[in-house]
């Protein structure tokens, strides 16, 4: 499958075959593809939770509007921002730089510095991490595409009752909910929405 393929055929499903069952191998698999998608610096300020069990999809479903979706999709996972991202990657991804051949070694301690200082405000680090997920994210639904799954990313959910429900701290912040799992047979899809053409989105020049 092409990426133009599974761009096309992607589509946010509205329900999950119950009887379809996705190990963890083959969800490992499709994370390690979408942990190739960029971050600032290469800090990659994302971690993953995983709600695959009955009991963790219910956990989930509480604290996300009751969204009954989740718990038909054979997993979900929850696209985490991690707020201090940057500091707790900066010394690891310098020392890569340096292995990799990208600076030489007596620079490594300022790359680590400029890493560690590249977002000073929280607003900063939330927009960073948002942008980190949201690049991860849709290369997770493109991935799980790929290997014959279908996703459905969601935003409806409340932050802070997720962190509680699952233990995580204030500097670690949902980002996306995405359901996986195979089409619920007793469903068929409408056609794919409309899409603004790019001769009504593309702005050359000037606004």
């Keep these: 499958m092409t990426v133009t393929e599974a761009l096309q055929t992607r589509r946010s499903v509205p329900s999950f075959d119950t009887t379809a069952e996705i190990t963890r191998e083959e969800i490992d698999a ?13 800090l990659e300020p994302i971690a993953v939770l995983l709600c695959h069990s009955p009991e963790d999809k219910a956990r989930l479903v509480s604290v996300s509007m009751n969204q009954g979706k989740i718990a038909k999709a054979s997993a979900a996972i929850v696209v985490l921002g991690l707020m201090d991202g940057h500091e707790q990657h900066a010394d690891r991804k310098a020392q890569n730089n340096v292995d990799l051949g990208y600076i030489p070694a007596d620079r490594k301690d300022g790359w680590a510095e400029r890493a560690r200082g590249g977002w000073p405000t929280a607003q900063k680090q939330r ?4 942008r980190a997920g949201s690049l991860w994210a849709m290369s997770f639904m493109l991935a799980a595409e790929e290997a014959g799954w279908v996703t459905a990313p969601m935003g409806g959910y409340v932050e802070a009752d997720l962190q509680a ?6 500097s670690v912040i949902p980002v996306l909910v995405i359901p996986i799992g ?16 790019p001769s009504e989105l593309i702005h050359a020049g000037n606004w």
Excluded at 30 to 42: C, D, E, Q, R
Excluded at 127 to 130: G, N, P, S, Y
């Design 165 to 170: 429900e699952f233990g995580l701290p204030d």
């Design 30 to 42: 499709i994370v390690a593809k979408a942990s190739l998608s960029p971050s600032s610096m290469n």
């Design 182 to 197: 195979k089409p619920d047979p007793a469903i068929t899809l409408l056609p794919r929405g409309e899409r603004i053409a």
């Design 127 to 130: 927009d960073e991490c948002f």
